[in-house]
């Protein structure tokens, strides 16, 4: 029993090293390659100053981004409790949090957040 088990462990071991030589060898992976070698910085150059100016912009994008976003994840369970709960009362909550996030919206395109070009 013993040996039975000792043969497929190194048959196991000497065929996944088999195998991980000839991806090795047979991979066309070059080193030389800019592009796949230097980290991904959000289309910042990662070379340069880290000390550079950030774009206000991205941030309020990303800020309204998070904002909508949220708004889903809370307005999703309210669709599940319509059956359970007054439809009146489901009804003005619901409309009461829509009507606060389009003022929100509405003074976020009032004061040109939304604008992106200058």
Known sequence: MILITLTIVMFTLILS???MLLSL???K???LDREKTSPFECGFDPKSSARLPFSL???LIAVIFLIFDVEIALIMPAIIIQSSSNPLNWLF???FF???LLLGLYHEWNQGALQWAD
């Open 17 to 19: 090293t088999i195998l």
């Open 25 to 27: 060898i047979l991979s």
């Open 29 to 31: 992976k070059t080193l």
């Open 57 to 59: 912009r991205f941030f």
């Open 93 to 95: 909550t619901l409309m």
């Open 98 to 100: 829509i009507v606060i």
